[in-house]
């Protein structure tokens, strides 16, 4: 048998255990539910499910769009690849997953390419929780 922490180490990558638990305590700290535990079941259940709103995890469609109006400060009617990167991990992403989406700084992305850029990344990060994301 190979070295326990190594292997504790490796396991807590594979699943993203971390990245994981700081969302959970962060919906605690941003909600305040009366029953915390209850509270998380509820969002466990719904992680694991993938039952989440126009099905993407974590952010509403609307929400997203707010975030895009935020960066596209000009009226032109697009951010930079640079600035949806920034507004990616503003939004919680990892920068390995967001190096893992592709974004030529350079491009010009309306607001539908952000939005389906976020919704890869976020599906992403759901699925390295779940050991389908490496």
Known sequence: MGNPRIAAE???KKYNIPDLF???LS???INLPEDPWT???EICEK???RSFQDNIPFFTRDEINIVFSN???LNRGYITGAQAKQAL???GLKPR???DLFIDDEANLSREEFSQYAVNGFNKRLNSWLGKYP
């Open 10 to 12: 490796q396991y807590l």
């Open 27 to 29: 919906q605690v700290v």
């Open 47 to 49: 992680l694991d499910s």
């Open 71 to 73: 960066y596209e400060v």
């Open 39 to 41: 509270h998380l079941s």
């Open 22 to 24: 700081d969302y959970l």
């Open 89 to 91: 991990k503003t939004m």
């Open 97 to 99: 997953i967001v190096d």
